[in-house]
């Protein structure tokens, strides 16, 4: 697991195809690698990889055609910078949210505004995913834990303040740009729970019929 907290900006080193996928190496940059053992796990712009080979300011993954396919990390290329988080121990603060590293689909920058010293950003997803992003709920976008401010439709808003943009790679993305969406976890368990055999489906008869819509 993992908070959503970025740790450091790293740079793909480069990708190397083996045997059908791909071994992808990350700099590391700032990141601190001295308590990295193999088979640890990294978020790498929100994408859990687990460690094969790693050094002082390097470590390597590999990720399959799957993950390839259904991330942003598809798309990258050496030199381009990712989001870099290790993985939670049960000691550390839970400064975002919990966050699986299971990225759930794409979602797209759509614009960028100025917001006094923040910006306001607005992205679009799928519409399998829209409905589990909610007013004041939690998302992770490229592995950064937000709280969404608006949402219309399948496009939501998000709030950066300057050292979150300066600190992550958001500094680097453009409207039209691919970012790895993660839905709060929680709000899956709930579709779950409630949509398993015996137990009411959350929907609007639902709620009129309770007395809440």
């Given at each position: 697991?993992?908070?959503?907290?970025?740790?450091?900006?790293?740079?793909?080193?480069?990708?190397?195809?083996?045997?059908?996928?791909?071994?992808?190496?990350?700099?590391?940059?700032?990141l601190d690698m001295?308590?990295?053992?193999?088979?640890?796990?990294?978020?790498?712009?929100?994408?859990?990889?687990?460690?094969?080979?790693?050094?002082?300011?390097?470590?390597?993954?590999?990720?399959?055609?799957?993950?390839?396919?259904?991330?942003?990390?598809?798309?990258?290329?050496?030199?381009?910078?990712?989001?870099?988080?290790?993985?939670?121990?049960?000691?550390?603060?839970?400064?975002?949210?919990?966050?699986?590293?299971?990225?759930?689909?794409?979602?797209?920058?759509?614009?960028?505004?100025?917001?006094?010293?923040?910006?306001?950003?607005?992205?679009?997803?799928?519409?399998?995913?829209?409905?589990?992003?909610?007013?004041?709920?939690?998302?992770?976008?490229?592995?950064?834990?937000?709280?969404?401010?608006?949402?219309?439709?399948?496009?939501?808003?998000?709030?950066?303040?300057?050292?979150?943009?300066?600190?992550?790679?958001?500094?680097?993305?453009?409207?039209?740009?691919?970012v790895n969406i993660?839905?709060?976890?929680?709000?899956?368990?709930?579709?779950?729970?409630?949509?398993?055999?015996?137990?009411?489906?959350?929907?609007?008869?639902?709620?009129?019929?309770?007395?809440?819509?």
């Open positions: 697991m993992f908070t959503g907290i970025i740790q450091a900006v790293g740079r793909i080193a480069r990708l190397e195809p083996r045997g059908g996928d791909v071994r992808l190496v990350v700099d590391t940059t700032s001295g308590d990295v053992a193999l088979g640890d796990s990294i978020a790498v712009s929100g994408v859990c990889l687990t460690v094969v080979d790693y050094g002082a300011a390097q470590f390597a993954a590999d990720v399959s055609n799957e993950t390839l396919s259904l991330t942003s990390l598809g798309a990258r290329r050496p030199g381009d910078p990712v989001n870099l988080e290790k993985a939670l121990r049960l000691a550390d603060r839970l400064g975002g949210h919990l966050v699986s590293g299971h990225v759930d689909g794409l979602g797209k920058v759509v614009s960028v505004a100025p917001d006094g010293r923040s910006q306001r950003w607005t992205f679009e997803v799928p519409r399998d995913l829209a409905r589990y992003i909610a007013h004041k709920g939690s998302v992770c976008i490229d592995g950064t834990s937000l709280t969404v401010n608006d949402v219309d439709g399948q496009r939501f808003g998000v709030n950066l303040i300057p050292h979150t943009v300066e600190h992550t790679t958001f500094s680097a993305r453009r409207p039209g740009d691919a993660e839905v709060d976890v929680v709000a899956r368990y709930i579709e779950r729970l409630l949509s398993a055999g015996g137990t009411p489906r959350l929907d609007e008869a639902f709620l009129k019929q309770h007395g809440f819509a």
